[in-house]
């Protein structure tokens, strides 16, 4: 997922674009604001973090010509804590206001929930954005049905437990389907070729169970 990040600091800009790599974002930077409008009106961005105070324009005229624009998610950092700086910001249409100093995993966390991320390890690769029904391996959407998304949703949100296969198909198909746990044999070789055999482990006897595998 892509992000553009505007900070005018140079120190504070490295360091966050770090955090938001290793985590597995591609991070566009921008050093004032209006390198900020310039990034923004080039490229397509799922979330905008933004400085408040930087040169040229503010993080809070970008935001609102961001805003204009099109939809898009934007975190404001800033050194500005008072309760009416903030009610500032999100009157202007800043979907989050993050006060600076923060912890890096806060930024994560606020990042991850605006980009609908579900995943409480960011540094993994697999993600799931559930209310696009996607799922990034390496930050790279796979393709998948709808069908093999809400197995693998099911099986992710089930982590380390053993489900039968008539657990799988009564989750994932209803109580009135007409499949047979053949099924969802077949569908687990299909999610294992598309993400790899790590993820999905065989429990003999009983039918499958879903890890993060460990580094």
Same mark, same amino acid.
């Given at each position: ?82 309760? $009416?700086?903030? =009610? ?7 979907? /989050?206001?993050?006060? !600076?100093?923060?912890?890096? @995993? &806060? ?73 047979? $746990?053949?099924? =969802? ?7 294992? /070729?598309?993400?790899? !055999?790590?993820?999905?482990? @065989? &429990? ?12």
């Amino acid at each position: 997922m892509r992000i553009l990040l505007c900070e005018d600091e140079d120190k504070m800009r490295e360091l966050l674009r770090k955090f938001f790599e290793k985590a597995g974002y591609f991070i566009t930077e921008a050093r004032d604001g209006e390198e900020a409008l310039e990034a923004f009106y080039t490229e397509k961005f799922d979330l905008v973090v933004l400085d408040w105070m930087m040169s040229k324009f503010s993080g809070i005229e970008v935001a609102q010509q961001m805003k204009q624009e099109r939809a898009v998610k934007i975190l404001m950092l800033t050194a500005k804590n008072l309760p $009416e700086d903030e =009610v500032q910001a999100l009157v202007t249409g800043v979907d /989050d206001y993050l006060a !600076k100093p923060f912890h890096a @995993t &806060v930024l994560l966390a606020r990042a991850a929930k605006l980009l609908g991320v579900i995943q409480q390890d960011l540094s993994q690769p697999l993600l799931f954005i559930p209310n696009e029904q996607r799922v990034l391996l390496n930050s790279v959407a796979l393709s998948l049905t709808k069908r093999e998304y809400e197995m693998l949703y099911y099986l992710y949100q089930n982590q380390g437990l053993a489900l039968t296969r008539e657990q799988i198909l009564l989750s994932v198909w209803g109580a009135d389907h007409e499949n047979d $746990e053949r099924t =969802v044999d077949s569908f687990i070789r299909i999610l294992r /070729d598309k993400i790899g !055999k790590a993820y999905i482990q @065989t &429990v003999y006897g009983t039918g499958y169970r879903f890890e993060i595998p460990q580094k």
